[in-house]
Nanobody
Framework: VQLQAFGGGLVQAGGSLRLSCAASGRTLSRVALGWFRQAPGKVREFVAAINRSGGTSYADSVKGRFTISRDNAKNTLFLQMNSLRPEDTAVYYC???????????????????WGQGTLVTVSR
């Protein structure tokens, strides 16, 4: 499976961006999908995940602002980010995990496939 994330860019605080993650090589409809991010000087952290049934999970820091969704017909994952804050600045990675279950949805080792990342910069 190859994943490619895109849609990042520079946005002012309070603005919105929509990230996309296109997959090739395997149908994503049967696997859980997630977004992670890595801010400068920090470790990569969980942002959001969506399971095969459409159930979603979010980090507390993005709840109510970010929405994860998937289009199985287009083999694409999305992350709608609203009310962006400077602390959301990071490289955002998409990931796919055939072995992801609810108890490990935020665990990076549970995800087998990773995209290359797209940079989101939020200015004050």
């Amino acid at each position: 499976v190859q994943l490619q994330a895109f849609g990042g860019g520079l946005v002012q605080a309070g603005g919105s961006l929509r990230l996309s993650c296109a997959a090739s090589g395997r149908t994503l409809s049967r696997v859980a999908l997630g977004w992670f991010r890595q801010a400068p000087g920090k470790v990569r952290e969980f942002v959001a995940a969506i399971n095969r049934s459409g159930g979603t999970s979010y980090a507390d820091s993005v709840k109510g602002r970010f929405t994860i969704s998937r289009d199985n017909a287009k083999n694409t994952l999305f992350l709608q980010m609203n009310s962006l804050r400077p602390e959301d600045t990071a490289v955002y990675y998409c990931a796919a995990g055939p072995s992801v279950i609810q108890s490990n949805v935020a665990s990076q080792p549970a995800y087998s496939y990773w995209g290359q990342g797209t940079l989101v910069t939020v200015s004050r």
